[in-house]
């Protein structure tokens, strides 16, 4: 499991390039299906300054690095977006490993969480990207495939349910064996997070994870600047660049601070319950010990930390 980045300058020669990753990639796959994974990159990296393109990965810079290249985001929205943004560097809380459930009992369909992960996150405003799919499902049933995630009618019905699907946070997660070059990793209160300056947009983290909870930003972002939320994290909502890989962080800018996801706060039925893994008291520990729960693709043993259980 990787570890927490250190206080202390790292050795001269413990970092690698960008470049250097970019080329060892290229050699473990091959140049043909080098040039296919690396296409997305080709498009955007002329936007790149060369301080982003050679950037160490975000676990082996140093504190003082760190600060400067969050200065250097900071003023890159500005110039870009027109708007006033603080990005922090979010750590994760000591004796804590954050989980999710959701009560699909008295879950109604709104797609509210979903507004309101698009909205928090910064995502672009003409695709209106949102980490969360809210599947309506027939009764009975519990085959995501079969779930409809573009209903238009009136919720909720009572032939259905509704099933939100985000990251699930697994213990084993299968997008972060596959990354070529380390650019996502699962952090200690477990989280899965992604250094969006190191990802080289691949998509092979999206091919592999079962639960399509990966996104592509296939263009740069648009935003109002009167729209984009200034309260921002490296790992978390701040604005991702076009080429790159992005997904739900449980909010880690909100969760590391002692607050609630957005999409919790938005949930008008109170369907989403959160919170420390490792808390006996804790209410998420609660349902887990007294509700019928379980997990979704469970045979595949990705091990998720995001729960769904029925009222019955």
């Keep these: 499991m990787p570890k927490r980045l250190p206080t202390a ?37 002329q936007d790149l300054s060369v301080d982003q393109f050679v950037q160490a990965h975000y676990r082996e810079l140093s504190r003082e690095d760190l600060a400067e290249v969050l200065r250097r985001h900071e003023a890159e929205t ?9 990005i922090s560097d979010h750590r994760p809380l000591e004796g804590t490993k954050f989980g999710y459930a959701l009560n699909l009992s008295i879950c109604v369909g709104c797609r509210r969480c979903a507004q309101a992960c698009h909205e928090e996150n910064n995502h672009d405003r003409a695709t209106q990207n949102s980490y ?39 213990d084993n997660p299968p997008c972060v064996s596959v990354c070529p070059v380390e650019a ?12 969006y300056d190191w990802c080289i947009g691949c998509r092979y983290c999206e091919a592999a994870c079962p639960y399509h909870a990966r ?7 648009e935003l109002p600047p ?12 701040r604005i991702r660049p076009q080429g790159v890989m992005e997904k739900c962080t449980f909010c880690l800018h909100r969760t590391r601070e002692g607050r609630l996801p957005a999409c919790l706060e938005a949930c008008p039925t109170g369907a989403r319950v959160f919170g420390n893994l490792l808390d006996p008291d804790s209410e998420i520990r609660w349902v887990l010990e007294n509700k019928r729960v379980f997990v979704l693709k469970e045979e595949l043993g990705t091990k998720p930390s995001f729960f769904y259980f029925f009222d019955n």
């Design 9 to 45: 300058d790292p050795p001269a020669d413990a970092g690698v390039s960008r470049r250097t990753a970019l080329k060892a990639v290229g050699a473990t796959l091959g140049a043909a299906a080098f040039a296919r994974a690396a296409a997305p990159l080709v498009e955007w990296s």
């Design 78 to 86: 500005k110039e870009d977006y027109g708007a006033e943004v603080t």
């Design 132 to 170: 969360i799919r809210v599947l309506e499902m027939k009764k009975g049933s519990l085959d995501l495939e079969t779930g409809n995630a573009h209903y238009d009618h009136p919720v909720p019905t009572d032939e259905t349910f509704y099933m939100p699907v985000q990251c699930q946070q697994c």
């Design 184 to 195: 996502t990793w699962k952090e200690d209160d477990g989280i899965v997070v992604v250094d």
């Design 215 to 221: 996104r592509f930003n296939w263009k740069k972002p």
């Design 226 to 237: 009167e729209e984009i939320n200034p309260n921002q994290s490296y790992l978390s909502n």
